[in-house]
């Protein structure tokens, strides 16, 4: 395999194929285009399977990401060469992980390095929601403080029940953080948890039977796909709000909008959604739900660490030693 050399020239360097830019790519080009050939599909006024045909022969690493095409059997199979996918997110539902095991391609992911960011804004809008910032601000701006009068009552912080659904690192960090606003923790996860202090649910809609709020901070698979559903929104209950910054098919967006729009839970902040970057019309004038641009780890730190991870993995990979954070390694 190529090594690493400053003084390779560019036809020289690791071929890395990238089929779309990642949110760290600006960041990635301009650090590490002298360690690496990337190879950019969107750029390049070819179809992109005539793209990937004229480098199949070549090509052994993939960066993919998740608002990138999803890596399918296809695409797959037009890269007889490709060894290796180093993807910038967490999740791996835009991979088919099954082909690229029976293939025998190895993948890293980047599990950890956006847990503190993706926290930070998972309580961010949980906080929003109950205190009501984001409406009192247009409230405000909107100058109806001075027309209308006091503005509504919002809820408090402390004591209330949150129940997160995934307790691996960001759901753990969430915990950690409401703590000390002095909320008392709750959680689902695949299995329970025997080193937190936090009670465990295995049953999704006796948490949400249980809850103020539900934070959803697990990865999108088969199983967790519309893993919140009508019934569980129901038992969430009329005050309830959710939270979700893990993926928008976790939940069935469908009902969830309806179930605001009547009335049937209380709000709702919102980083993902199930078409992005198509929102629901429905929310966009509901006062007691906030909405983000999938905007979880969007920090120059986080982007910083990232493109250190995906250039690191990348390295290991064309120096064949074991992969910082391997997610499937044959």
Known sequence: MAQDNDNHTESQLPQVLVLRQPGCWTMLESNYSHKFNFLKAWDSPLPQDQFLAGHAGSVQALLSSSIGPPITANILGMLPSLKVIVTTSAGLDHVDLPKCRERGVVVASAPKVHTHDVADLAVGLFLDVMRKISAGDRYVRDRLWASRGEFSLVSKIGGKRV?????????????????AFGCSILYNS??????????????ICELALNSDALIICCTL???????????????????GIIVNVGRGAIIDEKEMVQCLVKGEIGGAGLDVFENEPQVPKELFPLDNVVLSPHNG???PEYFMDLCELVAGNLAAFFSNRPLLSPALDN
């Open 163 to 179: 129940g997160i659904v995934g307790l691996g690192n960001i759901g753990l960090e969430v915990a950690k953080k409401l703590e």
């Open 190 to 203: 695949r299995k329970e948890k025997p080193f937190v202090p936090y009670r465990f649910y295995s049953n």
């Open 221 to 239: 698979t088969a199983e967790t796909h519309h893993l919140i559903n009508n019934k569980v929104l129901l038992a969430l209950g009329r005050d």
């Open 297 to 299: 780890p969007c920090t």
